[in-house]
Nanobody, 127 residues
């Protein structure tokens, strides 16, 4: 079982940047890739970005491509989401979660394909 804890959220003005962190622990934590999702008030949780188990691929939702970057430290214990050029539509609670499939380099995107969700971290973009 993998556990995750998100941090790094906060309030920022449009055009600003934030770096989110996802601390990963638990048995076999290194067997998984990691995804970032977000959920705005009144909306469904949506895919943002992910990194595959081997780290060979990172992939993004169209809405954040070119502005957000996902990365992972060499020990696989922390996954980062660098968010640049933030806009009002990026306001949401951000969650990280591993895909249900271990040792997989498939580019999972559906919420149902991920499990072991954390509590999330709030990101607010306002002027």
């Amino acid at each position: 079982q993998v556990q995750v804890v998100e941090s790094g959220g906060g309030s920022v003005q449009p055009g600003g940047s934030l770096r989110l962190s996802c601390a990963v622990s638990g048995r076999s934590f290194s067997a998984y890739g990691m995804g970032w999702f977000r959920q705005a008030p009144g909306k469904e949780r949506e895919f943002v970005a992910a990194i595959t188990w081997s780290g060979s691929s990172t992939y993004y939702a169209d809405s954040v491509k070119g502005r957000f970057a996902i990365s992972r430290d060499s020990t696989k214990t922390t996954v980062f989401l660098q968010m640049n050029d933030l806009n009002f539509e990026d306001t949401a609670i951000y969650y990280c979660a591993p895909p249900r499939a271990a040792y997989s380099d498939y580019e999972w995107r559906r919420t149902d394909d991920f499990g072991s969700w954390g509590q999330g971290t709030q990101v607010t973009v306002s002027s």
